[in-house]
């Protein structure tokens, strides 16, 4: 099946810094959302872009569609504890019609040292 | 509270017994999703439905049976549980509107010993 390449597989930072994650595809996708997992807990959506370029805020969190529409960048800053989690990407392939299915990175795994 | 639930949130079994998860939604979503999650394989897609009555495949099917009699409601058996089945399982569901957003459900924890 489609495959999405996410990096880094983790991550671990001081509380304070900035914080970069990227997917990657050989793929052309016309959706792009970005997932958090808190432990013990199902993914909750963050941020959601539709359109090639498109740049997103939501709050600390930056995320954009790559201009090619194989690739996304999630971009969190000032991280703080409550940033702990696993980030997924997740995108919808081109011309996938049947039932709205999502292709999902494998996650980025955050932890923010206080 | 509106929004997706799921029961039990954690269960051990036996192999060979057969488990259902269930999976409840309040907002009438056209679609609903099983997946699992696997460390070092992110979430994989098991089956899915568009509608009631109307399901199909996903990525890792095998060993799994879904139903979908109502619209709220998209039950999880696995019919002979194996140790392999051991994972988390989230449901999700979709509007037919919007532009993919899935929304899930807090998980199962399966244990199959």
């Known amino acids: 099946g489609q495959q999405l390449n996410q990096s880094p597989q983790s991550m671990f930072i001081q509380e304070g810094e900035d914080v970069s994650m990227n997917c990657t595809s050989s793929s052309i996708f016309n959706t792009w959302l970005w997932y958090k997992q808190d432990p013990g807990e199902g993914p909750v959506l963050l941020i959601a872009?539709?359109?090639?370029?498109e740049l997103t805020s939501n709050g600390r969190l930056t995320a954009q569609f790559g201009i090619t529409r194989k690739d996304s960048f999630l971009n969190i800053s000032a991280s703080i504890p409550s940033d702990v989690g696993i980030y997924f990407c997740?995108?919808?392939?081109?011309?996938?019609?049947?039932?709205?299915?999502?292709?999902f990175g494998e996650g980025t795994q955050l932890t923010v040292n206080p | 509270d509106a929004g997706i639930t799921q029961s039990p949130r954690y269960k051990i079994t036996e192999t060979g017994r057969q488990v259902t998860l269930m999976c409840h939604q309040t907002w009438s979503h056209s679609y609903m999703f099983w997946y699992r999650q696997d460390l070092g394989h992110g979430l994989r897609l098991i089956y899915y439905?568009?509608?009631?009555?109307?399901?199909d495949k996903g990525e890792v099917p095998d060993g799994y049976v879904v139903s979908r009699s109502k619209t709220e409601n998209f039950p999880l058996t696995l019919e002979s549980a194996t140790r392999s089945q051991t994972s988390v399982y989230f449901c999700a569901c979709k509007g037919s509107g919007g532009w993919g957003e899935q929304f899930f459900g807090p998980g199962t924890r399966l244990t199959v010993l």
């Open positions: 439905s568009a509608a009631a009555d109307i399901t």
């Open positions: 872009l539709y359109k090639a370029g």
């Open positions: 997740a995108g919808q392939v081109q011309g996938e019609t049947s039932g709205s299915r999502l292709t």
